[in-house]
């Protein structure tokens, strides 16, 4: 199916894991980013990538891990899961610039660290 | 640095009151671009509209309709004769055209519309 699937959409891990979240767009999308959504902080960007092998860090990068081998992936790690990081995350791509293009998003994937 | 500011966290209306959203946004670009997204209760966002710095026409899609006013930095939402549909978390964002702006929506806090019967 064209557009751009997160997995997986719902993932219990413990403190101190590690745990990928996956992003999948079939658009060949330059841009691609990651946010999470908390209650009173709207969306915060973590990270977000430009083009395959060019990432860059957003508001709230600490603890994360990004990587684009493949335009098409944009796969967010959280090294070692804390329970801060308990929240929605959504990944969105864009043909170019987001004031440029309309940004598309995932489904979102909701975490929670217990 | 961006900012996006939704001073209402929760509005509650009777179905076909209209209701206005406010957004305040700040920057320094000279250039830029202001969202509006939905975010019904099944959780995804959906792109409602987009508008550049430069082009100050009030914009009407339907029920929906858009004040931009540059002077007072602001990009209201108003949806007349709300519906139960209508329900739903609203974000405004903000996307600049410098570098270090230009890759990035900014987001505000978002506003839960209520819309009851």
């Known amino acids: 199916d064209a557009g751009i699937t997160q997995s997986p959409r719902y993932k219990i891990t413990e403190t101190g894991r590690q745990v990928t979240l996956m992003c999948h767009q079939t658009?060949?999308?330059?841009?691609m980013f990651w946010y999470r959504q908390d209650l009173g902080h709207g969306l915060r960007l973590i990270y977000y990538?430009?083009?395959?092998?060019?990432?860059d860090k957003g508001e709230v990068p600490d603890g994360y891990v990004v990587s684009r081998s493949k335009t098409e992936n944009f796969p967010l790690t959280l090294e070692s899961a804390t329970r801060s990081q308990t929240s929605v995350y959504f990944c969105?791509?864009?043909?170019?610039?987001?004031?440029?293009?309309?940004?598309?998003f995932g489904q979102g994937t909701r975490l929670t660290v217990v | 640095a961006q900012k996006v500011t939704q001073a209402q966290t929760e509005i509650s209306v009777v179905e076909k009151e209209d209701v206005t959203l406010d957004c305040v946004y700040e920057?320094?670009?000279?250039?830029?671009?202001l969202f509006w997204y939905k975010q019904p209760p099944s959780g995804e966002l959906v792109f409602l509209i987009r508008?550049?710095?430069?082009?100050?026409q009030n914009e009407i899609s339907g029920r929906y309709s858009w004040n931009f006013q540059k002077s007072t930095s602001s990009f209201n939402f108003t949806i007349t004769a709300s519906q139960v549909v209508d329900s739903a978390v609203y974000f405004c964002a903000l996307s600049g055209s410098d570098t270090g702006t230009a890759s990035k929506l900014t987001f505000g806090t978002g506003t839960r519309l209520q819309v009851t019967l």
């Open positions: 990538s430009a083009a395959a092998d060019i990432t």
């Open positions: 920057t320094r670009d000279t250039t830029y671009y």
């Open positions: 658009w060949s999308h330059s841009y």
């Open positions: 508008r550049n710095s430069f082009d100050e």
């Open positions: 969105a791509s864009s043909e170019s610039t987001p004031g440029w293009t309309e940004a598309f």
